[in-house]
């Protein structure tokens, strides 16, 4: 079994890079309509790619084997590590590649150096098969998406349920291509090494695997490994992949799937024959070329153009360079190893009666083992692992939801916090300038109480000077009595106390400007203060006089001396600049 | 995986959320016309259901997020769809502020003008409603969504022209108003017609979002 796994280690190599360059072809379009992430894609990817080899690669592992019937365990591993290494470099320098083109290309090569026969016929089968492929998906593809749209608009589903379908279809046809390509590509893998499959026999009771089908596990295996290698490597982004609407990335797996199905299935080849039409060759194809091909379907019936021409002619060099670059390093490994090691190199032609004798020495040498018990232990042990699996990470993403909701409260509760803090601040604000116009009028009635006392006093000096006077006989003494009584009344007039409580207000409302006033302008006297103030109230020449108990001349002389200690030019406007500042 | 449940959560509450805005705009303008005919307590009825409105449209929206993100719904179309609820939520939030702007200023509008200006809140109310009817078609029927929004379009460009026709109304033909007064109107008249506006603009989102998922 270390022998074989020695030998097969090249196809095994060849494997990985299948999944890592059908990676994208597989499930790059799922993962860019981001309905599935790349984890479960690939687990259910490599599972189904395992179950397609094992359980429907005969078919096309027999047309690589009919190609090229090779018995040297050195010239298949040869011919499998030159096929990798053309693989290798077409991925590095980014051109869509087909493994299956480069085994081709490895075992004609080999079949030329050999001059040994070529199956043309197979060979043609399997050219014309390449060629078949992509437009099959072209045509299946368009078809597909014109049912899918119409499906979609006749049936009005809400936007979230039907997400919800084509995330479960997805899942479906993710399998359904993986199966496809484990079925139809294990052939590149395998396909050389057929004659080396161990003698071994293994049951699982419900099911048993030959040792060809242990080959094709262990090819499956590898492109399931070149599938993780992808996510490991893309680190759980989509990046450089085609960006699908999720029905569209359906369709296009859909029609990859059937393509590969199409050419894999010696089932449906049989139906084929039977209803006496011809059967498609079941011969490996490049998923890639299908992918490319159904996005152009879906392209041609959306009126837009998906993918540009240089991917194309990218497609057609791929076509060329894999085949032949793997034919001619096959042919110069070959010239190396016959020339320098002097490796005896013979092509012999497949046979019915070598294939036949070669089954009975098989069964003579049949290695059975039986798996029956282990089997369903190891599958009761993966259902309680899953299980237990599914379980915590349903109570996982619960606790993330109710962790999440809570936050949220929280900002709600906090930020309802603010917003009463807020209210209430501005409440307290109202209440503070309530207090102050409160203070205000408390004060304008004391004022006007004392005011309304002292009127009355004053009333009763000017009653008391009268009664005085009327007393008086004599002229002298009474026109004295009334001169007093006269200044007293010219006093009053003036009104100082009531002009110093008028001024001591105005400066309290404007308390900016005339704080502005006394900083930006000095130099000014009490008076041009106590004038710009009235000029800010609007007040007439005429009122600003009687208020200062000037003329209104004094009033226009004052008014020009303060333009003056302004500074300000004679076309500006005092009450202007008084009104501005 | 295929959480159905959560689908049909977030299908209700869309479902809730678009029904609140639509009664939004429904109070908002039984509010304006309560206002015009002097029906204080009625107003202030109207007022009070708005704001409630809005603060649970607030709320359904955040739930909705929530669940949209949490349950990774409909990844693609997610970012749009929250996009349009949030304009959504726009028009009601902005619904709630006019009313208490009328609460607040009381304007003063002249009884010749009510007429003119019940029909501008009608359109605004219109357009909004045909917004919400173009929404739900987009869940369900993309394709229907261009025969709704044409009718967003129509009476958003109706109320423009009957928002200019009331202000060159109040500036021109309206001496005895003094310049604060017809400051105030137009002011109240923008408030209305905004409405129609914000509509406009959520619609232009939701003709896009149309298109991208009928391609």
């Not at chain 2, 669940?67 to 693609?76: G, K, N």
Request: aromatic share 10%; glycine share 6%; proline share 2%.
């Amino acid at each position: 079994m270390v022998l074989v796994l020695f030998i097969i280690s090249s196809g095994l190599f060849l494997g990985w890079l299948l999944g890592t360059n059908d990676t994208v072809s597989l499930f790059g379009t799922s993962i860019s309509s981001k309905n599935i992430n790349l984890e479960k894609a690939a687990f259910i990817s490599g599972f189904f790619i395992i179950l397609g080899a094992i359980f429907q690669g005969r078919g096309t592992t027999a047309s690589i084997h009919g190609l090229g019937n090779i018995f040297e365990p050195a010239i298949a591993f040869s011919i499998a590590l030159c096929a990798a290494i053309v693989v290798l470099i077409l991925i590095k320098v980014k051109l869509p590649v087909s493994t299956s083109q480069a085994i081709v290309g490895g075992i004609i090569g080999w079949s030329i150096f050999t001059q040994g026969g070529i199956d043309f016929h197979l060979l043609f089968k399997i050219v014309s098969a390449w060629i078949l492929a992509p437009v099959i998906g072209i045509i299946l593809s368009a078809i597909l998406f014109v049912l899918v749209r119409w499906l979609m608009r006749r049936s009005h589903i809400h936007v979230i349920t039907l997400n919800s379908y084509l995330r479960i279809a997805l899942i479906l046809v993710i399998s359904l291509a993986a199966f496809g390509l484990g079925a139809n590509n294990i052939g590149n893998v395998i396909g050389v090494f057929s004659n080396f499959s161990p003698n071994m026999f293994i049951d699982f009771g419900f099911f048993s695997i030959d040792g060809l089908q242990i080959l094709f596990l262990l090819g499956g295996i590898s492109i399931a490994s070149g599938i993780f290698t992808y996510k490991w490597r893309s680190n759980g982004t989509s990046e450089g992949i085609l960006s699908l609407t999720p029905e569209a990335a359906i369709v296009v797996l859909l029609s990859q799937a059937l393509v590969l199905f199409m050419f894999s299935s010696s089932w449906l080849a049989g139906i084929f024959v039977s209803a006496g039409l011809p059967p498609f060759p079941l011969v490996p194809v490049s998923s890639t070329q299908i992918v490319v091909g159904a996005v152009i379907g879906i392209g041609i019936i959306k009126g837009a153009r998906e993918i540009e021409f240089k991917t194309l002619a990218g497609i057609g060099l791929g076509w060329i360079i894999a085949p032949s670059g793997t034919g001619l390093l096959t042919y110069s490994v070959l010239f190396v190893f016959q020339r320098f090691f002097d490796f005896p190199l013979v092509n012999k032609p497949l046979s019915i009666s070598s294939g036949q004798s070669k089954f009975n020495d098989f069964l003579d040498h049949l290695y059975t083992i039986n798996m029956v018990l282990p089997g369903i232990i190891i599958l009761s042990a993966t259902f309680i692992l899953v299980f237990i699996y599914l379980f915590f990470r349903q109570q996982k993403l619960r606790l993330k939801v109710e962790k999440d909701m809570l936050i949220q409260q929280n900002q709600l509760y906090q930020s309802q916090k603010a917003i009463n803090e807020l209210e209430m601040k501005t409440i307290w604000m109202e209440n503070e300038a309530l207090n102050v116009k409160l203070q205000v009028k408390r004060k304008e009635f004391i004022d006007v109480a004392l005011n309304i006392n002292e009127q009355r006093i004053f009333l009763e000096k000017i009653s008391s000077g009268i009664n005085q006077i009327d007393k008086i006989s004599e002229q002298e003494g009474r026109s004295e009595k009334l001169k007093e009584l006269s200044l007293l009344i010219k006093q009053k007039m003036s009104f100082s106390h009531e002009k110093k409580e008028f001024y001591l207000q105005i400066e309290d409302i404007h308390k900016d400007f005339h704080m502005k006033l006394k900083t930006t302008f000095p130099n000014l006297t009490d008076l041009e203060k106590r004038l710009a103030g009235l000029l800010r109230l609007n007040l007439s020449t005429k009122e600003i006089s009687s208020l200062l108990n000037i003329s209104s001349k004094s009033v226009e002389v004052a008014r020009y001396r303060l333009k003056k200690k302004l500074s300000l030019q004679k076309d500006k406007s005092l009450i202007d600049f008084i009104n501005n500042l | 995986m295929f959480n159905f449940k959560h689908a049909n959560k977030s299908i209700d509450l869309i479902e809730q959320f678009l029904t609140l805005i639509d009664q939004g705009s429904l109070i908002f303008k039984d509010g304006v016309k309560n206002y015009l005919q002097g029906n204080r307590e009625n107003f202030e009825d109207n007022l009070k259901t708005l704001s409630n409105l809005s603060s649970e449209a607030n709320i359904k929206k955040r739930e909705l997020e929530n669940v949209l993100y949490t349950q990774s719904l409909m990844p693609q179309l997610r970012g749009d769809i929250l996009e349009l609820f949030d304009k959504l939520n726009n028009i009601i939030d902005l619904a709630k502020s006019n009313l208490f702007e009328f609460d607040l200023e009381v304007p003063f509008i002249p009884s010749e003008l009510n007429q003119d200006l019940t029909k501008l809140t009608e359109l605004s109310v219109f357009s909004i409603d045909s917004l919400i009817h173009a929404a739900r078609a987009y869940l369900r029927n993309p394709e229907s969504v261009k025969e709704q929004l044409h009718r967003v379009y129509l009476y958003e460009n109706e109320a423009d022209k009957l928002a200019a026709s009331i202000k060159r109304r109040v500036f021109q033909d309206m001496p005895q108003l003094k310049l604060s007064e017809k400051f105030h109107l137009r002011y109240f008249t923008l408030h209305i017609e905004i409405l129609s506006d914000v509509a406009q603009q959520a619609a232009d989102l939701l003709s896009i979002m149309a298109i991208k998922r009928t391609i």
